[in-house]
């Protein structure tokens, strides 16, 4: 089992920045992706941005500029710094953990994010 703790959401002016953190713990494989989504009231969970145990990263056309994702494998932790926010960004953002042999794969609670104009 694998738990993930999402932290650093809250309400932000438009043009502001925020930076999200997701910390794993558990039964944590070697080979793993991380990455953020989010999802808004009545709309499907979208990407934001992922990155693999290699560092190779990818980004929502929405985000690419403004968004910067980066992990800490000492520390099981991704983090998405997110900078020009603008009031569409506003969403719940998910944390998620994919293994990348067992093909099996964790969510976070959700962090809210909001950004007022």
């Known amino acids: 089992q694998v738990q993930l703790v999402e932290s650093g959401g809250g309400l932000v002016q438009a043009g502001g920045s925020l930076r999200l953190s997701c910390a794993a713990s558990?039964?944590?494989?070697?080979?793993?992706?991380m990455g953020w989504y989010r999802q808004g009231p009545g709309k499907q969970r979208e990407l934001v941005a992922t990155?693999?145990?290699?560092?190779?990263?990818n980004y929502a056309d929405s985000v690419k500029g403004r968004f910067t994702i980066s992990r800490d494998n000492a520390k099981n932790t991704v983090y998405l710094q997110m900078n020009s926010l603008k009031p569409e960004d506003t969403d719940v953002y998910y944390c998620?953990?994919?293994?990348?042999?067992?093909?099996?794969?964790?969510w976070g609670q959700g962090t809210q994010v909001t950004v007022s104009s």
């Open positions: 558990g039964s944590i494989f070697s080979l793993y992706a």
């Open positions: 990155i693999t145990s290699g560092d190779s990263t």
């Open positions: 998620n953990i994919h293994f990348v042999v067992a093909g099996t794969g964790y």
